[in-house]
């Protein structure tokens, strides 16, 4: 069975594409990243792109999550249905080259509340695995489209996607408020006002407008870029904790400075936020699943 | 006293210029409406885009209204603060030259929710004084940028943006959901799935994203332009009952087709609409307001 060797691991996502080489007991030997994600390719040839990862990894198996089985990537894979575990990921995997290439397939939800992820269920299996997290809990990755996962005894139950990255940058690059959301650092007073609107029952739509208002009226005007951002990470929290089975710590898995901002809000919400690190739950993740082939 | 004859109004917004010759009492004798809202000029000629008007019109008094006055406009003129009525609008016109060409001023609220409106405070004081509307209600003006008007004894009380119309066209545009949004007919079914899903609590920012998961599984695909007009007329309206002051109908002033839809939305929430006509409200409200300069 050749995952009884070393074996590759990639997470090809839209900004990045990492690769690990892992040892047969999951331990990393090896690893490179780069900016070749999917917003920077063209009609890129993915059988040479998988030949240079070998190249700098070595000949070995290889396991591929994240966009690349998207319908923008190489295979368009299926998705799972929920509740789904690292056996049902394994079953699922989407062989290239029998044996020797694979793709993670997607999780979707159906029914009332139809969503879909790809990426994010390989750390979440990780996270498990660790014994990082609860076999009942709720996670949250950060990010341009936020997933928020319910784990019940271990299985991934469902999920709900939130806009909340992909609204940033729309009114950071395209709206009316844009000019005053141009500050270059973090500011803290005004992350904290936004956050604290929303957790006071303001609306987000008419929340933004404050930074709008307070610029015309020259009125206390708000470092914009954070206060948005308080607003869209509050709203963001509110909709995960809405469905949110697990009365616990929510896991925050990503990357860390926005894991912090989100832990931040989460607190203020009065629940507890553990950050665990993106690409360690990526490998134990591709690791558990791989452990589902033997 | 100027206003005992003949006189000229004026609403100069983003998108149009619209004219009206009154009589000295307030009825309309001639009008025309054009393109040359501020969206379609750049450094404009304001002392000959006015002249103009008057070739077109006759040679009296004007008073204008919108962004004119605005500091994208010919002169910035203040915001009045609520509570605002005809008398204190009247008070405060900036005279570009006096007695002869005025511009109303805005509305601004300060406090711990600051807020400003231009234009549609003119609306609101014609709808009041036409007795179309009671003397304590509220009152919305849908568009790019809601308002919500709060009156209390005839008196502007408070107000609330909402960025409604903004939101739509940032993501109609330039968001992964633009695709699924070109359906060229509005479609009824989509849209009241979008505003019942707001109703049944779920949050924008996570129920815009069932768009993409349902084109994605090719589940059960959505007409997407009307799903999002759905979810956001409701996210506006839900805001602007948040601080309603009345439990009696909601008065829609603008766009009739808009108009109706968010008298649609509102009967859903369980409250009356009844919708009043823009250009005729604004009419009345400059020539309230005219009246309190004699």
């Given at each position: 069975v050749v995952w009884r060797s070393k074996y590759i691991a990639v997470d090809w996502g839209n900004t990045n594409r990492r690769a690990w080489l892992l040892g047969?007991?999951?331990?990393?030997k090896a690893d490179f990243a780069d900016g070749l994600g999917f917003s920077s390719l063209?009609?890129?040839c993915f059988e040479s792109l998988i030949a240079e990862i070998r190249d700098r990894l070595g000949d070995w198996p290889m396991i591929l999550a994240g966009?690349?089985?998207?319908?923008?990537?190489w295979h368009q894979t299926d998705y799972v249905g929920c509740p789904a575990n690292a056996l049902s990921l394994a079953q699922n995997i989407y062989w290239v080259e029998a044996g020797r290439t694979g793709i993670i397939p997607g999780i979707c939800q159906l029914g009332h509340h139809p969503d879909v992820m790809r990426g994010e269920e390989v750390q979440a299996i990780g996270a498990l695995t660790t014994g990082l997290?609860?076999?009942?809990s709720t996670m949250c990755h950060p990010g341009t489209h936020s997933k928020w996962l319910d784990i019940k005894d271990g299985n991934i139950q469902a999920l709900r996607t939130v806009m909340t990255g992909e609204m940033f940058k729309l009114l950071h690059s395209s709206s009316i408020l844009a000019e005053q959301m141009q500050e270059a650092k973090h500011d803290h007073k005004a992350f904290q006002q936004g956050y604290e609107r929303i957790i006071s029952g303001e609306p987000l739509l008419s929340a933004l407008f404050e930074v709008r208002a307070r610029h015309v009226l020259q009125h206390?005007?708000?470092?914009g870029r954070s206060f948005v951002s308080g607003l869209l990470i509050a709203s963001d929290v509110q909709a995960g904790l809405?469905?949110?089975?697990?009365?616990?710590p929510m896991y925050l898995i990503g990357q860390s400075d926005l894991c912090g901002l989100y832990k931040i809000v989460l607190e203020a919400f009065g629940r507890a936020g553990v950050i665990l690190d993106g690409d360690a739950t990526f490998v134990a993740g591709v690791h558990t699943i791989t452990q589902e082939l033997l």
């Amino acid at each position: 069975v050749v995952w009884r060797s070393k074996y590759i691991a990639v997470d090809w996502g839209n900004t990045n594409r990492r690769a690990w080489l892992l040892g047969e007991d999951g331990s990393v030997k090896a690893d490179f990243a780069d900016g070749l994600g999917f917003s920077s390719l063209s009609n890129p040839c993915f059988e040479s792109l998988i030949a240079e990862i070998r190249d700098r990894l070595g000949d070995w198996p290889m396991i591929l999550a994240g966009m690349i089985g998207s319908n923008k990537g190489w295979h368009q894979t299926d998705y799972v249905g929920c509740p789904a575990n690292a056996l049902s990921l394994a079953q699922n995997i989407y062989w290239v080259e029998a044996g020797r290439t694979g793709i993670i397939p997607g999780i979707c939800q159906l029914g009332h509340h139809p969503d879909v992820m790809r990426g994010e269920e390989v750390q979440a299996i990780g996270a498990l695995t660790t014994g990082l997290v609860a076999r009942d809990s709720t996670m949250c990755h950060p990010g341009t489209h936020s997933k928020w996962l319910d784990i019940k005894d271990g299985n991934i139950q469902a999920l709900r996607t939130v806009m909340t990255g992909e609204m940033f940058k729309l009114l950071h690059s395209s709206s009316i408020l844009a000019e005053q959301m141009q500050e270059a650092k973090h500011d803290h007073k005004a992350f904290q006002q936004g956050y604290e609107r929303i957790i006071s029952g303001e609306p987000l739509l008419s929340a933004l407008f404050e930074v709008r208002a307070r610029h015309v009226l020259q009125h206390n005007p708000l470092e914009g870029r954070s206060f948005v951002s308080g607003l869209l990470i509050a709203s963001d929290v509110q909709a995960g904790l809405l469905s949110a089975i697990s009365s616990g710590p929510m896991y925050l898995i990503g990357q860390s400075d926005l894991c912090g901002l989100y832990k931040i809000v989460l607190e203020a919400f009065g629940r507890a936020g553990v950050i665990l690190d993106g690409d360690a739950t990526f490998v134990a993740g591709v690791h558990t699943i791989t452990q589902e082939l033997l």
